[in-house]
T-cell receptor, first 118, second 115 residues
Framework: AQKVTQAQTEISVVEKEDVTLDCVYE???????LFWYKQPPSGELVFLIRRNSFDEQNEISGRYSWNFQKSTSSFNFTITASQVVDSAVYFCALIPEYYGGSQGNLIFGKGTKLSVKP | GAGVSQSPSNKVTEKGKDVELRCDPI?????LYWYRQSLGQGLEFLIY????????KSGLPSDRFSAERTGGSVSTLTIQRTQQEDSAVYLC?????????????FGPGTRLTVT
């Protein structure tokens, strides 16, 4: 099965707290890509990051960091010192890539709604 | 450059009517995707185009749904005889190719309400 699970439906934190959004994926393919998208209240999905299955290096971008662990099939997202503007729904997604190519559609998790209160 | 645009932004229609939703991808992007976002189903994939071709239509929810793409650019998603369960936000995305190597960029969506 090709599946993405975001077990946390909603998280509420106070500004400046650190918060981690969990993502667990399932795929039978050895090559795949993982993504995080942000959907603010305005509604438009905004790309945050992409990782391929051969690159397990963690990544940091400002207050955002991502931890990719193939051993646990997880791709978690941490926001350090959260801000009110981080309030949004965050989606983790998967694109499996099988031999011969891929149609490339994103397989999304259900999303985690993050509320950051001042 | 311009991003992905969709029109209309909102559409209210009566049950049984046909609707057309339009997507203008980023210039030069050969791959175009349609997704649907609803409260019960989350974000689900509907159909994709590589150029003007849609190789796999199995993601479309029923035969009332169809899509086409012309000139390797604009795409139209048509829903015939709309039902209340069709109410959702329809999202379009484009990318330079059909692979996870490419990032998909999304439009603002069309909110469809069937009354």
């Amino acid at each position: 099965a090709q599946k993405v699970t975001q077990a946390q439906t909603e998280i509420s934190v106070v500004e400046k707290e650190d918060v981690t959004l969990d993502c667990v994926y399932e795929t039978r393919d050895t090559t795949y890509y993982l993504f995080w998208y942000k959907q603010p209240p305005s509604g438009e999905l905004v790309f945050l990051i992409r990782r391929n299955s051969f690159d397990e290096q963690n990544e940091i971008s400002g207050r955002y960091s991502w931890n990719f662990q193939k051993s646990t099939s997880s791709f978690n997202f941490t926001i350090t010192a959260s801000q009110v503007v981080d309030s949004a729904v965050y989606f983790c997604a998967l694109i499996p890539e099988y031999y011969g190519g891929s149609q490339g559609n994103l397989i999304f998790g259900k999303g985690t709604k993050l509320s950051v209160k001042p | 450059g311009a991003g992905v645009s969709q029109s209309p932004s909102n559409k209210v229609t009566e049950k049984g009517k046909d609707v057309e939703l339009r997507c203008d991808p980023i210039s030069g992007h050969t791959a175009l995707y349609w997704y649907r976002q609803s409260l019960g189903q989350g974000l689900e994939f509907l159909i994709y185009f590589q150029g003007n071709s849609a190789p796999d239509k199995s993601g479309l929810p029923s035969d009332r749904f169809s899509a086409e793409r012309t000139g390797g650019s604009v795409s139209t998603l048509t829903i015939q005889r709309t039902q209340q369960e069709d109410s959702a936000v329809y999202l379009c995305a484009s990318s330079p190719g059909t692979s996870g190597r490419w990032v998909q960029y999304f439009g603002p969506g069309t909110r469809l309400t069937v009354t």
